[in-house]
């Protein structure tokens, strides 16, 4: 699926394609465990109260992706690679990081320990360590004798506003809240929707700390809130589903605007069908900053 990337030269990521305008930063923001299915008693956010999101689903651009192959690993390669990765073993010639860093441009990543070597050596294409100009930040949770989930959401989310509002100027920032994931392995429903809400009241602390020529885009790895209880045996049901997540794009300039549809969507997003997948993130990202789209990016940028 790759092609090998030797002869291509440093000028190939530097070299600009004309955007209507750069984005900075850009944030991605990663709620895994958001995925979407009709609503149900077996959806968590058929009842979830998140009023932030819904009005942003209402608001702004909004499209759903594919997820591919049932494990976190490989999803993280793919966001990073641009390029559906189906082994978390394939070899990754080229990855976003490694892009903005040859750029030129100043990029920070934000974590818990949960999702340390996700959004880490699996976002980076398996490559150990920073790139020049990468930073990254990262909250122990209980397993490694830290914070307990719920804490660590709350400190990802602190660390990422005071980012945003700090004096070092970065062009990229991704941050991963895995709590809604986390509290799905758990198995108890109230503690899950409990997650999704807490979610929710985190993402207005985000959106208040977005500069005005920042973007924030939303979306997720995958999902398992989405279908948390097996109607059939009434057990809970914790694995990572196939299920598409959804993408959204917030910025002023986006109000009213869509994604391939022509009028904005309910808040039922499961009446959407996927126009694309995890793959098509990181082109979308490299539009926003006017950076081109290296060939082995088999993914397309959603935002056109």
Known sequence: MFTDNNSQSEDLYLNTVGADKVFTPVVLLLLDGWGVAPLSEANVFTTAKMPV???????????????GVKNWNSRYLTLGAGAIVNNDEEKVPLNLTTILATAGKQQIKIMDTERLAALTYFFNGQIEGRQVGEDWQVISTKAGGGLRPLNAAKRVTEELCQTLKGLKQYDFIVAALPLIDLMAMSGDVNQIKKAAETIDKLLANILAALPDGGVLLISAAGGNAEKNLDLVSGGIDESLTDNPVPFLLVNRDFIGRTIGITSPTSEDLSLLAPIGSLADIAPTILHLLNLKQ??????KNLWL
């Open 53 to 67: 999101l819904s009005s942003l689903l209402t608001e702004y651009p909004v499209a759903l992706l594919k997820t």
């Open 294 to 299: 290296p060939e082995t990016m088999s993914g």
